[in-house]
Nanobody, 126 residues
């Protein structure tokens, strides 16, 4: 089992920055990749960004490219999402997911991830 704990959400004004963290514990050696998804009220959960644990390849949704940066600290088993130039449309609950090495599928799909955190709220006011 892998446990994920997100932190760093909050209420900010448009144009501000936030950094989300997701700390993994448990069987972290089994992690292949970690990703961030978000879900706004009344909308489906959508892919934001992902990073492979070994090679460090990164992936972004078009809506956040150039504004968000994902990074990982393998020693601390933590993934970060630096969010700059935040917009009101970024308002959502942000969820961290982890995919084990024995799973497969595109990192853009939430069904690919077999572990999830509890989520952290990001609210961007205009």
């Amino acid at each position: 089992q892998v446990q994920l704990v997100e932190s760093g959400g909050g209420l900010v004004q448009a144009g501000a920055s936030l950094r989300l963290s997701c700390a993994a514990s448990g069987r972290t050696f089994s992690i292949y990749a970690m990703g961030w998804f978000r879900q706004a009220p009344g909308k489906e959960r959508e892919f934001v960004s992902a990073v492979s644990w070994g090679g460090g390849s990164t992936y972004y949704a078009d809506s956040v490219k150039g504004r968000f940066t994902i990074s990982r600290d393998n020693a601390e088993n933590t993934v970060y999402l630096q969010m700059n130039s935040l917009k009101p449309e970024d308002t959502a609950a942000y969820y961290c997911g982890a995919r084990s090495t024995y799973y497969s599928g595109s990192l853009h799909l939430q069904t690919t991830y077999n572990y999830w955190g509890q989520g952290t709220q990001v609210t961007v006011s205009s």
